[in-house]
């Protein structure tokens, strides 16, 4: 009897919620362009590190010739998810989503060690819960002002704390939330152009709240009602990154809630990792059937705070401010929203302001979420190749549209003694508007 031919079953990786698009992966054509602009190619000196090494793992994964092992788990958690690859691409590769869904699976169904998933998941429950994040500050401030974290810092004793030591390097002079927080209504100054809602953040929010009251005041001076909802959590970007999709995709939705509420014209975000997210959420949500098109619909209202001033010409007068500046193009500004122009332009409209380009000022910092505190040693490489660009600039202030690049770049300079200061350009553009040097 001749025996019928069995089909092959083929067992692949991934399972089918939120899988990488197959589809997707095939863009790739092999030609390296990306090679030279990845951050971790550059540092780890690996092809397995670099973008088409990854692109190649996704596809045998896809394809069932390889499994959810260690190594891949570690290739694309070393990722820093900057998308230079994206930049560099001719063939349009979206290598954002493809690496996203990758992390998605592994964080479902690859069994990390359980000391890593704690630190990870106690990471992203603080930074995602803004509740606890809003506790933790103002212990952080009694901390600060007990003289506890100067006797800490002097003693160096940061070193001795490992992981717990590398979060507190981090932190910048902190202020109690409740006596910097915005109101929910800022009304609009002179003739009135519009109505817009300002995402809040949840590190910008509590760590750097004076950079959107500086948004507020600027949106306010620019003619736009600024609405700031009460009620607005954590966009979810941080977990998106982190492939926990299914927590992204709820934040996701209730942050399109609240600000369909909020009946503005536009979103403005000045966290650009943020902004990337939001304005991605089309693709997060798009087999929700109740929330696709309304998810579609939110992102096309997103705009940085930097490109939506750059959409009009800016009202008022800008007063003097007498500073060689440099500016830190955020991953998530440059490479997620293309977003490079619009932040050099608010500088460029600033009296006696001298802007000095930074050489790579589009090369990732190493911060990357919540990457520097998981992946210290590739993430000090590349702040040191960051510190050294700025350093090489002689300017005395760096700006950045990111809070996360702000904290590990600051970070970088007060370790290094540096005299430099690192500030979003909205509060540049604030403190010009106001005639307050000191603020700089
Ligand atoms: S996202 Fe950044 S780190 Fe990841 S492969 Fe692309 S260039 Fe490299
Ligand atoms: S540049 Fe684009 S097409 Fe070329 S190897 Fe990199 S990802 Fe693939």
Redesign the pocket.
């Known amino acids: 009897m001749v025996s019928q031919p069995t089909e092959k079953i083929v067992l692949r990786a991934f399972d089918q919620l939120d899988p990488p698009d197959p589809e997707l992966v095939l863009d790739c054509i092999h030609c390296g362009f ?1 090679l030279p ?5 550059l540092v780890l000196g690996n092809e397995m ?3 088409r090494g ?1 692109l190649y793992l996704i596809r045998s994964a896809s394809e069932g010739k390889i499994d959810l092992s260690d190594s891949f788990a570690r290739h694309m958690d ?9 930049t ?1 691409c001719p063939s349009g590769v979206q ?2 989503f493809l ?1 996203e869904a990758a992390r998605g699976q592994l964080k479902r169904r690859y069994q990390y060690p359980p000391v890593e998933r704690w630190f990870r998941d106690l990471l992203l429950h603080t930074f995602t819960d803004l509740g606890r994040l809003r506790a933790l500050t103002r212990l952080l401030c009694v901390y600060q002002r007990s003289g506890l974290q100067r006797l800490i810092r002097g003693w160096g004793l940061l070193r001795r704390l490992g992981r717990l030591g590398r979060m507190e390097a981090l932190l910048p002079d902190l202020h109690d939330p409740r006596v910097s927080e915005l109101p929910e209504i800022t009304p609009a100054k002179g003739q009135r152009r519009g109505r817009v809602g300002l995402l809040l953040g949840c590190v910008q929010q509590f760590f750097f709240a004076h950079a959107n009251a500086a948004t507020a005041r600027v949106l306010s001076e620019n003619g736009y009602d600024v609405i700031a909802p009460r009620d607005q959590g954590c966009c979810g970007s941080l977990l998106i990154h982190e492939g926990e999709r299914e927590r992204g995709k709820a934040l996701a939705r209730r942050t399109i809630d609240c600000f369909e509420q909020a009946n503005a014209d536009h979103v403005v975000v000045n966290a650009a990792g943020c902004g990337s997210a939001m304005k991605e959420y089309w693709e997060l949500l798009h087999t929700d059937p109740t929330y696709a098109a309304r998810a579609k619909a939110f992102s096309q209202k997103v705009r940085d705070v930097s490109e939506f001033l750059a959409e009009a010409p800016l009202r008022g007068a800008l007063q003097r401010l007498s500073l060689t500046v440099t500016c830190h193009d955020a ?1 998530h500004l440059a ?1 997620g929203q293309r977003v490079r122009e619009a932040p050099r332009a608010i500088l460029k409209a600033i009296p006696g302001l001298r802007l000095v380009e930074l050489q790579e000022s589009d090369f ?1 910092c190493g911060s990357a979420g919540i990457y520097n505190l998981l992946h210290p040693e590739p993430a000090q490489q590349l702040l040191d190749r960051k510190l050294e660009r700025i350093k090489a600039t002689g300017a005395d202030l760096v700006v950045s549209g990111n809070p996360g690049c702000t904290l590990q770049i600051q970070k970088g300079l007060r370790e290094r003694g540096l005299a430099i200061r690192v500030m979003h350009p909205i509060e540049l553009l604030d403190a010009s508007y106001r005639g307050d040097s000191r603020k700089t």
């Open positions: 990306c602009t990845c951050p971790t190619y590190d670099s973008p990854r070393l990722c820093l998810l900057c998308r230079a690859c994206e560099a290598f954002g690496m991953c490479h990732c």
